[in-house]
T-cell receptor, first 113, second 108 residues
């Protein structure tokens, strides 16, 4: 009954530090996504992976890298964190066809000081 | 550019009131999604619809494809309905484009 699991739930980084947000899904979904959510704005797509072995940039990819390690796991890396990357990050997954929407992880609240 | 606009951004009502949240989108879509984000942050899907109306319990979602407009209604609202409600369009490429959300507060 896990669905989409994100770790960690909370993180505080200093400017310039690096970290990786982990995401794993157990629903055998082909597609996975990373979004960020900022106050007053809708969820914005950072990167997505339509299938294992492929990744594509979304709306706000600068400052991030991703790895689709296998069908289950899709990680998001911040190489040199900046205060502008303070946000809540959500991982999601979906079936490719038919597309019925996303299953979301519980989110990671990241603060960069 | 895909744009999804929701109104109102914030809504406060008394328990029992009928609630309407509106969503307008700018491009042709394959489906319109409504989601709920709980105060603790988790996001769950409520509806996916491409025409007409869907109902689940006290929640009703409608869509007018010609007018590019959807509404989410809550009948007999309850404090546990307090959450952020988000609409999202699926323009057809397996990705959702999200509105900014409507924060609903139902007071007892």
């Amino acid at each position: 009954n896990a669905g989409v699991t994100q770790t960690p739930k909370f993180q505080v980084l200093k400017t310039g530090q690096s970290m990786t947000l982990q995401c794993a899904q157990d629903m055998n979904h082909n597609s996975m996504y990373w979004y960020r959510q900022d106050p007053g704005m809708g969820l914005r797509l950072i990167y997505y992976s339509a299938s294992e072995g492929t990744t594509d940039k979304g709306e706000v990819p600068n400052g991030y890298n991703v790895s689709r390690l296998n069908k289950r796991e899709f990680s998001l890396r911040l190489e040199s964190a900046a205060p502008s990357q303070t946000s809540v990050y959500f991982c999601a997954s979906s079936e490719a066809q038919p597309f019925r929407g996303y299953t979301f992880g519980s989110g990671t609240r990241l603060t960069v000081v | 550019k895909n744009e999804v606009e929701q109104s109102p951004q914030n809504l406060t009502a008394q328990e029992g009131e009928f609630i309407t949240i509106n969503c307008s989108y700018s491009v042709g879509i394959s489906a319109l999604h409504w989601l709920q984000q709980h105060p603790g942050g988790g996001i769950v899907s409520l509806f996916m619809l491409s025409s007409g109306k869907k109902k689940h319990g006290r929640l009703i979602a409608t869509i007018n494809i010609q007018e590019k407009h959807s509404s989410l209604h809550i009948t007999a609202s309850h404090p546990r309905d307090s959450a952020v409600y988000i609409c999202a369009e699926a323009p057809g490429a397996q990705k959702l484009v999200f509105g900014q959300g409507t924060r609903l507060t139902i007071n007892p």
